[in-house]
Nanobody
């Protein structure tokens, strides 16, 4: 069983930076795909970025150049560093895990159904 707990959300002015974290409690999975998603009120969930257990990353166009996904495997923690924030980045941010990902499989922010475990979310508000 995998449990995900996000933290670090908050309010920031446009142009500012914020980092959110996701602590993962899991059994030992040697390979995995982790991702960040967000959902604003009245909008569909949007994939932001993913990282696999080899450190490979991919970003949505909305995040490219501004957001950085990273992980600290020793701490079982996933991070999302967000810079140059815009009001349209305001949303609930969720981390998600696919602990059954294997090398050669797709690890993509466009495939939320692949992620079987989700955190409760952390609110990010940009004004």
């Amino acid at each position: 069983h995998v449990q995900l707990v996000e933290s670090g959300g908050g309010s920031v002015q446009a142009g500012g930076s914020l980092s959110v974290s996701c602590t993962v409690s899991r059994r030992t999975y040697s390979t995995f795909c982790m991702g960040w998603f967000r959902q604003a009120p009245g909008k569909e969930r949007e994939g932001i970025a993913v990282i696999d257990s080899r450190g490979g990353t991919a970003y949505a166009d909305s995040a490219t150049g501004r957001f950085t996904i990273s992980q600290d495997n020793a701490k079982n923690t996933l991070y999302l560093q967000m810079n140059s924030l815009k009001p349209e980045d305001t949303a609930m941010y969720y981390c998600a895990a696919n602990p059954f990902w294997t090398y050669g499989a797709i690890c993509s922010y466009t495939r939320p159904a692949d992620f079987g475990y989700w955190g409760q979310g952390t609110q990010v508000t940009v004004s």
